[in-house]
């Protein structure tokens, strides 16, 4: 058996790969446009889904099959007009809000299988937001009894079938349902659902904190989808969060409002001058023709336009997730709307969990940029490291960088070290760190060990991290057996700090500059204190 999923790179919990299938490859992560089932009823050719916007994969509701086509014969893939891979949810979600159809566990499974579905879902119970724990937990129970049961339903092997993950806001039932549904071997993908409302009212902080909680506990060979993933800008956090697929019809419903889309904002087009996109729709048309169109023709530019920025941003995460680079883009967009930022200050408070699925070597440097990189995975995995290490030699030499993280630390580095390599009574008695803001300690001896010389700083802790880094460090110093510690840099901070502590070290401070030019300056305050 060929695994499914293949993962060619990830960083945080995103992951670039390809799901194989039988109708072509799903290079993830990918965005899967809701389309209407008839052909004809969509406002851009499904049929060119795939050569013009790069589409690998498109998800269609399985309630308006029923409700349109009843028990007739029919084909999806001729329905749609679409030949890669379609997935079909199991209309529960819309037969609870419209009714009319009557849903059965084993008339979904029938169902999906013979139009030919190639990624299905079981008959699911999505919780509604304004559901009770109770309510929710009976919801989500009766989910994983039928999932779990699927197995004694299907009668081919041709539909990869699709566990839905429900709980929405509760999390512990979240985690139920991922625990439960990972063990069904027969199920090749998971879906989160229940976060339709949770969108569409911007509780972006809850939607990562629900994927978060099923990705803790979901079999990590399997792919995650992503029911009603919304605007672009929300992408990259959900990329980020583990979601390897992701449907949204916002392309399609935004354009219907007049409403144009980029991947981080919307605008109305009555109020645009100039289209800011390069796509063929914006370079061959200006606000103002496009405004005079008939409406069909102007929904269809519109929504065309939309496709393209949705999946130019899904190019865009894949770009840097193998370029090791997610981190900074989500960095970026969490400065656009406080709702992004919400969504944000969730991965950074779960950070931890990013840790395990971070490259621990990237291609690409490393730019700290803003007080929130403290929390990034490689700075809490550089912490783990220091804590394994174990320090032998007598003496501690601490040179501290706090009130110069603009210094290039390669060079630095570089430069510290030639001065060491000429000492003996150095490299037999000292151990020699830097104190930098946002790795804290740097033995010299790991300083070439990726990211730390590699990372570029700006002026960006707050005073209550830099102090906080200065209480670890002390902490860390305590732990070990120096005779002597040497305290060498602008000490400014810890004189403000050791008089309001009970610290045992007993320090012996150099307070001078430590800029790459004065560093003979170093070098002589070095050889003072060998000297005694
Ligand atoms: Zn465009």
Not at 174 to 182: D, G, I, N, P, T
Not at 407 to 434: A, G, R, T, V
Not at 454 to 479: A, G, P, Y
Request: aromatic content about 10%.
């Amino acid at each position: 058996v060929i695994s499914l999923f293949e993962i060619t790179s990830s960083d945080l919990l995103g992951r670039k790969g390809i799901i194989q299938t039988k109708k072509g490859p799903i290079h993830t992560p990918a965005f899967v446009p809701v389309v209407h089932p008839e052909f004809s009823k969509n406002f851009i050719d499904v049929k060119k889904f795939h050569s013009k916007f790069n589409i690998d994969f498109i998800i269609t509701s399985s309630y308006i099959l029923k409700k349109r086509f009843g028990d007739e014969s029919i084909n999806l893939h001729d329905l749609t007009g679409f030949q890669g891979p379609i997935m079909t949810d199991s209309g529960a979600y819309q037969s609870l809000v419209y009714g009319e159809i009557e849903f059965t566990p084993q008339s979904v499974v029938e169902f999906q299988e013979n139009i030919g579905s190639d990624f299905a879902v079981p008959l699911d119970i999505p919780v509604a937001l304004i559901d009770s724990y109770p309510k929710a937990k009976k919801k989500t129970l009766e989910t994983i009894k039928r999932s779990k049961n699927l197995p004694n339903l299907v009668s081919n092997d041709d539909t990869h079938w699709v566990a839905p993950i429900q709980g929405g806001r509760f999390l512990d039932l979240v985690e139920r349902s991922a625990k439960q549904l990972s063990q069904v071997n027969l199920y090749k993908m998971f879906a989160i659902g229940s976060v339709v409302e949770i969108m569409k009212n911007y509780q972006y902080d809850t939607l990562i904190d629900i994927i978060l909680t099923a990705k803790k506990f979901l079999d990590p060979s399997k792919p995650v989808h992503l029911f009603g993933a919304g605007h672009p800008s929300m992408f990259p956090f959900i990329v980020a969060a583990g979601c390897d697929t992701f449907d949204s019809a916002a392309y399609a419903l935004y354009a219907q409002e007049g409403r144009y889309l980029t991947n981080t904002q919307t605008f109305l087009l009555s109020e645009l001058d100039e289209f800011p996109c390069n796509c063929p729709v914006c370079s061959s048309l200006t606000p103002s023709t496009l405004r005079e169109m008939a409406k069909p023709e102007r929904m269809r530019c519109l929504a065309t336009h939309n496709l393209y920025v949705c999946q130019t941003e899904i190019m865009n995460i894949r770009r840097a997730i193998s370029s090791g680079t997610l981190w900074s883009l989500l960095e970026s967009r969490s400065r656009v709307h406080p709702n992004l930022k919400k969504g944000y200050d969730v991965l950074l408070k779960h950070s931890r969990q990013l840790v395990s699925t971070s490259p621990s070597t990237k291609k690409k440097g490393l730019f700290f940029v803003s007080s929130s990189d403290i929390v990034r995975p490689e700075v809490l995995l550089h912490y783990d490291r220091i804590n394994q290490l174990k320090f032998k030699k007598p003496k501690l030499l601490l040179i501290s960088l706090l009130d110069n993280e603009n210094i290039e630390l390669y060079e630095f580095f570089k430069k510290i070290k030639s001065i060491i390599m000429d000492n003996d009574e150095l490299i037999k008695n000292y151990e020699i760190w830097i104190l930098t803001g946002f790795y804290g300690i740097i033995p010299l001896e790991i300083g070439e060990v990726f990211p730390l010389s590699q990372s570029v700083f700006s002026h960006s802790l707050t005073n209550e991290q830099l102090t906080k880094t200065i209480l670890k460090t002390l902490d860390f110093i305590e732990n070990q057996s120096f005779s002597d510690v040497y305290l060498i840099g602008d000490l400014n901070r810890f004189l403000q700090i050791l008089p309001k502590i009970k610290s045992k070290i007993n320090f012996k401070g150099y307070s001078l500059s430590t800029s790459l030019d004065s560093i003979q300056n170093i070098s002589s305050i070095l050889n003072l204190i060998i000297k005694g």
